[in-house]
């Protein structure tokens, strides 16, 4: 098991605002990047020592990559996992192959979950109408019908009411293979971010508290109030499943909390996390420098919490008349701005953050929120 240090090249797959965070942290630690991604413009490329265009399923583009680097690592879990396999065989692929393969698909990883014996909504392949009707016997109504494959922020989802057409929801799907989960009544949403290390060796991050609209993280909360119990058993969840998996790096376990206390997993992301963002200004060691230490064999840092934190995004939706003004954001000292230099903001693309520094985290939930209505109304900097 070889240590890579500092002045070793890291492979990212994707160029997304995950693996530009990244590559931010492991180039300020001395390490170089290399990025995949279709545009050479993508937000990793523009911080990254070099760029390989091509799509992310493109194996000579990829495998080219392969060649120039020490390590490969993932910017978004939907790279083929043969890909993986073949680039395995040039430089070492981490998180693994076989983490990907079982995640990627969301039914695959629903069977995992269960095999495990982990809590999770109730659940049933639903990819025909044969299937759907079983699944909803089972799972009852309303439901959600999530595509198995390559779906995220809510993309390749469609609800079922209680008294809706359930097949014509189906169609909305195209005859991608889907499966159907209850819908569950949560109390709120939380997420353990972890790192695992070479060796097998664990750090987990405080929890944070997550709040979706239209389906996308609008807020999270850091540390989430929660009690020794209930963290205890997030934890918990959160260490079977990385040891499960035997994964290495940086993985998210999202987690609903119902009424009673109960949690159940609603999925788990192999990488760095957007509900994890609030790390590099809270933290001691940032989940991006975590998951380069973790993925070149060095020892994990320390993710203890130096200051309360709220992270809400950016969302494309704040672009309609042209880039935002930043004034009331940059105006406040314990805001910090980040933006993801994509060129092409569109209606529920993450295009930045804010990360707010407070220990008084309800004040700084409702400063966030203060925030995107001020973002909303004030003239475009454009303009
Ligand atoms: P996902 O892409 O599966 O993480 O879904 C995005 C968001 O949709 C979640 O964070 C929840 O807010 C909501 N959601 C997804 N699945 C369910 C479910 N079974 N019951 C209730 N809400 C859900």
Not at 58 to 86: F, G
Not at 163 to 175: A, V, W
Not at 267 to 292: D, K, L, M, W
Not at 326 to 339: G, I, K, S, Y
């Amino acid at each position: 098991m070889k240590t890579l240090w500092p002045g070793a090249t890291i492979g990212v797959l994707g160029g997304g605002q995950l693996g530009r965070m990244m590559a931010l942290a492991a180039r300020r630690m001395g390490y170089r990047i290399i990025v995949l991604d279709p545009s050479p413009r993508c937000p990793t490329a523009q911080v990254s020592d070099g760029v390989v265009v091509g799509a992310l399923d493109d194996r000579d583009a990829a495998r080219h990559l392969a060649r120039q680097v020490d390590v490969i690592t993932l910017d978004t879990e939907h790279v083929p996992a043969d890909v993986l396999d073949e680039l395995d065989k040039i430089a070492p692929v981490r998180p693994g192959p076989t983490v990907l393969r079982t995640i990627q698909d969301r039914q695959v990883q629903k069977q995992f979950l269960d095999g495990l014996g982990l809590p999770q909504a109730m659940w049933a392949p639903s990819s025909d109408r044969i299937q759907l009707a079983d699944a909803l016997a089972k799972v009852g109504r309303p439901a959600i019908l999530k595509v198995r494959r390559a779906g995220y922020d809510g993309k390749g989802q469609v609800r079922i009411e209680a008294d809706g057409d359930p097949f014509s929801q189906l169609e909305k799907l195209r005859g991608e293979p889907a499966v159907a989960e209850e819908l569950v009544p949560f109390k709120r949403e939380i997420s353990v971010i972890l790192a695992r290390g070479l060796a097998g060796d664990l750090q987990i991050y405080p929890i944070a508290e997550n709040v979706h609209r239209r389906h996308i993280l609008h807020t999270t909360r850091a540390p989430a109030p929660m009690t020794t119990e209930g963290k205890r058993s997030a934890e918990e969840i959160a260490v079977t499943v990385a040891e499960a998996l035997g994964h290495v790096g940086v993985i998210a376990v999202e987690m609903f909390e119902l009424p009673s206390g109960k949690l159940l997993v609603n999925e788990i992301a192999p990488r760095t996390h957007n509900s994890g963002h609030y790390t590099y200004g809270a933290c001691v060691t940032s989940q991006f420098e975590q998951h380069v230490r973790a993925i070149c064999g060095l020892p994990l840092g320390d993710p203890r919490l130096m200051t309360g934190a709220v992270m809400v995004n950016l969302i494309g939706d704040l672009w309609r008349s042209g880039p935002p003004t930043w004034q009331p954001v940059l105006a406040r000292p314990e805001a910090r701005l980040h933006l993801y230099g994509k060129d092409a903001p569109a209606p529920g693309r993450k295009m930045g953050h804010v990360l707010l520094l407070d220990d008084d985290t309800d004040r700084a939930l409702a400063t966030a929120d203060q925030l995107i209505a001020d973002l909303s109304a004030t003239p475009s900097s454009s303009a």
